[in-house]
């Protein structure tokens, strides 16, 4: 009888592995990150549509350009900052789109659709889409840290 | 974990033609995706179905050849069996996933093309994925017969790509299943929630949270598929 109970035990190791596993994963929910140094993840097209498929979590797409001058406001005063980086990182997938139109001529076709189906008329623009693609929420222009934030909650919401 | 049986698991699978073929078509899309710009575009997504052939395979089929009849009357300790036949699998899947990854470097270093990063952190994760699927479908093996596990495995992954498509049909009707879709909007949330627990996309880059989802989730499905395999009955003989 002690071979057959034996032969059926689960091993003692493979359950503390799963437990510790589990716990593991409950804690990186639980534990928050740096707020105060973070900042901004901002990933290409391709990999932003993967890491909202794949998290659930809706896109930030921050359309600029290289001469834009509020737009580097919008990065000195509201992206610079580890508090407003971290909520942006927690909750969105973020992606820059530098509009290339004036150095170039011409813009990649990823980005001329995107303007084009998000109607970005001026820089900068902020727009809010679910995974889907669904708009959410947006932003024309910088008026500063509190409007960007309240835009950025309502998206959340 | 039984070194003799992990072996076993791997030779059965190294000496299959048609692991064999597959690992060469890995190689040649590798090779080819070696001139796209983004890495690591093309061989995860073969590992990926890889990780569900060869995870097909873990325990089912050997309930209805009888051979499991067999080794159980031996000495062996039935969670350890079934732990050393995943680990074969999961060996073997990763072979496939270093040869994808080993293809697309030189592949790369043959075009002169730079951009190497992402495919390290990409095979690492496509190993991480290829666990939870290969202990996912030892799971289901566990508790069904022959091939049983890895149609449900597809039917479940169906259902769940399906389900937003249903659940919005069901939401613009105007009875009352239609008026609680659309009170509880947090099922969508919810069903994709588990979704992405059961059927992750492989990330290019590191994630502690993605891997230790991954990771976990694996584990409790191992632990699960052990305490389902333990009291299972095994008959003798084919169905």
Same mark, same amino acid.
């Given at each position: 009888?002690?071979?057959?109970?034996?032969?059926?035990?689960?091993?003692?190791?493979?359950?503390?592995?799963?437990?510790?596993?589990?716990?593991?994963?409950?804690?990186?929910?639980? %534990?928050?990150?740096?707020?105060?140094? !973070?900042?901004?993840? /901002?990933?290409?097209?391709?990999? !932003?549509?993967?890491?909202?498929?794949?998290?659930?979590?809706?896109?930030?797409?921050?359309?600029?350009?290289? *001469?834009?001058?509020?737009?580097?406001?919008?990065?000195?005063?509201?992206?610079?900052?580890?508090?407003?980086?971290? !909520?942006?990182?927690?909750?969105?997938?973020?992606?820059?789109?530098?509009?290339?139109?004036?150095?170039?001529?011409?813009?990649?076709?990823?980005?001329?659709?995107?303007?084009?189906?998000?109607?970005?008329?001026?820089?900068?623009?902020?727009?809010?889409?679910?995974?889907?693609?669904?708009?959410?929420?947006?932003?024309?222009?910088?008026?500063?840290?509190?409007?960007?934030?309240?835009?950025?909650?309502?998206?959340?919401? | 974990?039984?070194?003799?049986?992990?072996?076993?698991?791997?030779?059965?699978?190294?000496?299959?033609?048609?692991? =064999?073929?597959?690992?060469?078509?890995?190689?040649?899309?590798?090779?080819?995706?070696?001139?796209?710009?983004?890495?690591?575009?093309? *061989?995860?997504?073969?590992?990926?179905?890889?990780?569900?052939?060869?995870?097909?395979?873990?325990?089912?089929?050997?309930?209805?050849?009888?051979?499991?009849?067999?080794?159980?009357?031996?000495?062996?300790?039935?969670?350890?069996?079934?732990?050393?036949?995943?680990?074969?699998?999961?060996?073997?899947? /990763?072979?496939?996933?270093?040869?994808?990854?080993?293809?697309?470097?030189?592949?790369?270093?043959? *075009?002169?093309?730079?951009?190497?990063?992402? =495919?390290?952190?990409?095979?690492?994760?496509?190993?991480?994925?290829? %666990?939870?699927?290969?202990?996912?479908?030892?799971?289901?093996?566990?508790?069904?017969?022959?091939?049983?596990?890895?149609?449900?495995?597809?039917?479940?992954?169906?259902?769940?790509?399906?389900?937003?498509?249903?659940?919005?049909?069901?939401?613009?009707?105007?009875?009352?299943?239609?008026?609680?879709?659309?009170?509880?909007?947090?099922?969508?949330?919810?069903?994709?929630?588990?979704?992405?627990?059961?059927?992750?996309?492989?990330?290019?880059?590191?994630?502690?949270? *993605?891997?230790?989802?991954?990771?976990?989730?694996?584990?409790?499905?191992?632990?699960?598929?052990? %305490?389902?395999?333990?009291?299972?009955?095994?008959?003798?003989?084919?169905?």
């Amino acid at each position: 009888m002690a071979r057959i109970r034996d032969q059926r035990a689960v091993p003692a190791l493979l359950i503390a592995i799963a437990l510790l596993l589990v716990g593991a994963r409950v804690a990186s929910l639980l %534990i928050k990150p740096d707020r105060e140094n !973070a900042q901004v993840r /901002w990933v290409s097209l391709e990999e !932003a549509a993967m890491l909202a498929r794949s998290t659930g979590k809706p896109l930030l797409l921050y359309f600029t350009a290289d *001469w834009c001058t509020p737009c580097h406001q919008l990065d000195a005063e509201v992206f610079a900052k580890g508090e407003v980086a971290a !909520a942006i990182n927690e909750n969105f997938v973020a992606v820059k789109i530098v509009d290339r139109q004036r150095e170039e001529g011409q813009n990649t076709p990823d980005i001329a659709s995107l303007q084009q189906r998000y109607n970005v008329r001026g820089f900068p623009t902020l727009q809010f889409v679910d995974p889907m693609g669904n708009e959410l929420a947006r932003m024309e222009g910088f008026r500063g840290r509190e409007e960007f934030e309240r835009v950025m909650e309502s998206a959340i919401r | 974990m039984n070194v003799v049986v992990i072996l076993e698991t791997l030779r059965r699978h190294v000496t299959n033609g048609f692991y =064999i073929a597959y690992l060469a078509l890995i190689a040649i899309v590798a090779l080819g995706a070696s001139n796209f710009d983004k890495p690591a575009s093309l *061989w995860p997504t073969l590992i990926g179905a890889l990780a569900i052939i060869c995870g097909a395979g873990v325990i089912g089929p050997e309930f209805s050849s009888g051979t499991l009849q067999l080794v159980l009357v031996k000495p062996v300790n039935r969670a350890i069996y079934l732990l050393s036949r995943v680990a074969g699998v999961v060996l073997a899947v /990763w072979i496939g996933a270093g040869v994808g990854a080993v293809c697309e470097i030189v592949g790369r270093l043959a *075009w002169g093309r730079a951009a190497y990063a992402g =495919i390290g952190l990409t095979l690492l994760n496509a190993m991480c994925d290829a %666990i939870l699927t290969v202990a996912l479908l030892a799971l289901l093996g566990s508790v069904t017969r022959a091939y049983f596990n890895v149609a449900i495995y597809f039917a479940v992954r169906f259902t769940f790509g399906v389900m937003p498509l249903i659940i919005g049909m069901l939401r613009s009707s105007r009875n009352d299943l239609g008026q609680f879709l659309k009170e509880y909007r947090d099922i969508d949330k919810v069903l994709d929630i588990v979704e992405r627990n059961l059927f992750p996309d492989v990330l290019p880059r590191f994630d502690r949270n *993605w891997t230790l989802m991954v990771l976990a989730n694996a584990a409790v499905a191992l632990l699960l598929a052990c %305490i389902a395999f333990r009291k299972r009955e095994v008959p003798y003989g084919a169905d």
